[in-house]
């Protein structure tokens, strides 16, 4: 699985609402499948098929992130389509 399109930008977008504060971080390339979307903030989930990367990342990176999010009684998620990009987002309760 690509991990977005090197030659495209990466964009982050911080917001503050009357509740929360939300950050997004967008990319481009190749889409997370549907069925996958959920499954990928579970530990040791891996979507790339190389040994090399298997290798190098251990599969915890996004369940650590949702975790730490949530005990801070936030949110986090992820939409992802072929047409927009994937954007992975959190936010967090002002307070």
Same mark, same amino acid.
């Given at each position: 699985?690509? !991990? ?12 503050? !609402? ?78």
């Amino acid at each position: 699985m690509d !991990h977005g399109d090197p030659k495209l930008p990466i964009t982050v977008t911080v917001t503050g !609402h009357d509740d929360d504060v939300r950050v997004e971080v967008h990319n481009f390339g190749e889409p997370i499948p549907p069925s996958a979307l959920q499954s990928i903030f579970k530990p040791l989930v891996q979507l790339s098929s190389s040994a090399d990367h298997r290798r190098e990342h251990l599969g915890l990176g996004l369940f650590i992130a949702k975790e730490l999010v949530e005990r801070h009684n936030g949110r986090m998620s992820v939409r992802s389509s072929a047409d927009e990009g994937t954007t992975f987002y959190f936010a967090l309760p002002r307070h």
